[in-house]
Every structure is written in structure tokens, then in C-alpha cells.
């Protein structure tokens, strides 16, 4: 059992697979994380969300001094298209208007009303990450804002599932992080030893809950790599829907060989151009390891729509390789 990292009531279903692995190095002291506490915390804000499905806390992250903000779609859901007010570092607080959301990448960019000369965060790059890199984790778990946490990386390309208060199924290829985070961390940054922002906290693994109440941290964090939210927050802020690369099959768990099992293609996919057919198992996406219908999810969602991906599979007993061109959940303009 487990939880997203907010303080609603509301419980999801996570479920963390596939491995990885890379490098590992360690950054930074004590002073660097009181450097980074102090340059970054002006730029995460507390979100309280009210309406008519419930309340809860969340935290986001100040893109633009006039107020923009980005957050996890369940944290401004947790409402029901409530009121949510943002509260800043310095005790301030706005009402908060809804730019966008997407569900399927558990994404919301909103806009704090009448605010100005806000600190913006710096935005790193999630792409050169390697296991055992240091981090910090900042937002307001349990509401107690501006909370600061440390740990590393401890696992790239983690793919993730959850099922948020909308009921929207989503699986996030994730950042996995031991620094702990706790119900009300989610939509705040976890940065690199330089303070920029390099993963969007969104979840967490729990052994379970009892009473009704949710489970705290048990070192199993997770956040959404910065690279793959920047094109989605882009599209958002235009007034835009976030689009979704497709490989346009239906899918399950395969054991033997281990990968994911094609039950069916759909016609004009971008699987069936690339002659994909049911029963074949799919076992890399590039050079990563697909073992469950979640991994294949997620490394297709990792991608942009058009662009051109490597894929191994199994048909009968043999190995087989094709270049796919990737598709879009939504139609071309």
C-alpha cells in the first residue's frame, strides 16, 4: 500500500518496477545544504486546496516572478475544483488560479493572482543524474512549510503507477530518492547540489496504513524528472493539451520471457507501421531494460511524440530489433 505525497485523505496504489543503474558520486556538506536552503526556499510555496471533494496540502515551485506555479495535478485536484491559496515563505499569502493540468503525467501549472517580484527557481537538467548524487527536497509535508530533507538518488528510470483522487491511472518514470518525503511534499522541488531543479516530488512507497491514517516516509521517494515536465509546463502555460508520445498497443505482463506482452495493436499506430503484432514481448526501449507493462509505459512516456526509438521484442524464440516513429495521444493540428 502506499500514498502520493500529499496530505488529502485520499490513499493510491503505487507500484515501483524495473531497475537501473549508473555511476555514483557524492557532492556537497552540511553548508552547501544551508546554501541551498536558503537560495531555494523563497522560490517553493505551501498550496492549501478546499472544495467541495475535500481539502489538502501540497507544495509547488515559482517558475516567474508574477506567480506562475508548478505543482502535481492531485494536489489541485484533491478539491474538486475548490479554492486554493498559495502561501509563500515569507507568510504572504494569494489566491491561485488553475493554468492547466494533466493526469496522466500528474503535472498543473497555476497562477498566484496579483503577486509580483517573486523569487523564480533555477531549473537544472534531469538527463546527466547518476545514482548516489546528492539532493535536497524542500515543501511542507504535513503542511509544516518550508521543511528541507537530503538523501541521493538511488535509482534512475524507476517506473512508478498511482492512482490519484480523479482516478486518473498514471505511471511516472521516475526519480527514486531516499530523502525523505511525506504527505504535503508533493509538487515541490528536489534539486542538485547547485540548487536547481531537477525532479518534481510526487509519491511515495509505504508499508501500508492503518485507521484510515496515511504512512510516512520509509526512504522510497519519488519525483518526476524535470526534462520530461518542461515540454508538458510549456504546453500548459500556452493554454495548450499536454501531449503524450503513443506506440499505440495494448499491453500486459510478460514472465517468460520477461517484458511487455502486445494483446492487441491499434490500426494506424505508430506499432503496427512499424509491423509489431500481437504476442510479441517487448524487451528494450534503446538500450533499457523493459520487464513489465509499467516499464513500457513509462520509457514511451519518457519520449516526445515523433521521435524515433529503438525497440527489441521477442516473436516466437527470436530476438528482434525495429525503429519506431513514435506516436501522439492527440490529434495533429
Known amino acids: 500500500s502506499s500514498d502520493n505525497a500529499d496530505s488529502s485523505a485520499v490513499g493510491t496504489v503505487l507500484t515501483p518496477s524495473s531497475d537501473s543503474s549508473s555511476d555514483s558520486s557524492d557532492s556537497g556538506s552540511s553548508n552547501s545544504v544551508e546554501a541551498i536552503a536558503k537560495a531555494v526556499t523563497p522560490s517553493v510555496v505551501l498550496l492549501e486546496v478546499s472544495g467541495p471533494q475535500g481539502s489538502g496540502e501540497g507544495s509547488g515551485i515559482i517558475l516567474s516572478s508574477d506567480g506562475t506555479i508548478l505543482t502535481n495535478n492531485h494536489v489541485v485536484a484533491a478539491g474538486g475544483g475548490g479554492q486554493i491559496r498559495a502561501v509563500f515563505s515569507d507568510g504572504s499569502t494569494a489566491a491561485v488560479k488553475v493554468v492547466g493540468t494533466d493526469p496522466v503525467t500528474d503535472l498543473a501549472v497555476v497562477k498566484a493572482q496579483g503577486v509580483s517580484g517573486l523569487k523564480a527557481a533555477t531549473l537544472g537538467s534531469s538527463s546527466r543524474l547518476q545514482v548516489g548524487e546528492s539532493v535536497v527536497a524542500i515543501g511542507a509535508p504535513l503542511g509544516l512549510q518550508g521543511t528541507v530533507t537530503t538523501g541521493i538518488v ?24 531516499d530523502a525523505p518525503i511525506n504527505p504535503g511534499n508533493s509538487g515541490g522541488p528536489l534539486v542538485d547540489m547547485q ?45 495548450q493539451p499536454a ?16 517484458g511487455a506482452l502486445i494483446g492487441s495493436v491499434d490500426a494506424g499506430s505508430a506499432a503496427q507501421s512499424a509491423g509489431l503484432r500481437p504476442n510479441d514481448v517487448i ?34 524464440s527470436k530476438d528482434q530489433t525495429v525503429t519506431v516513429t513514435l506516436g501522439s495521444d492527440q490529434p495533429a493540428a
Open 154 to 177: 538511488s535509482a534512475l528510470d524507476r517506473p512508478v503507477s498511482s492512482t490519484g483522487e480523479t482516478g486518473q491511472a498514471t505511471v511516472i518514470d521516475a526519480l527514486q530518492t
Open 195 to 239: 540548487g536547481r531543479v531537477i525532479g518534481i516530488n510526487s509519491a511515495i512507497a509505504s508499508l501500508g496504513s492503518s485507521m484510515g491514517s496515511q504512512s510516512g516516509s520509509i526512504g522510497l521517494g519519488f519525483a518526476i524528472p524535470i526534462d520530461e515536465a518542461k515540454r508538458i509546463v510549456d504546453q500548459l502555460e500556452s493554454g
Open 243 to 258: 501531449t503524450h508520445a503513443q506506440l499505440g498497443v495494448r499491453i500486459g505482463d510478460s514472465t517468460d520471457p520477461p
Open 283 to 316: 524487451t528494450k526501449v534503446g538500450d533499457r531494460l523493459v520487464n513489465s507493462s509499467d516499464a513500457l509505459v513509462a520509457a514511451i512516456r519518457s519520449q516526445s511524440p515523433g521521435a524515433e526509438v529503438s525497440l527489441t521484442y521477442v516473436r516466437g
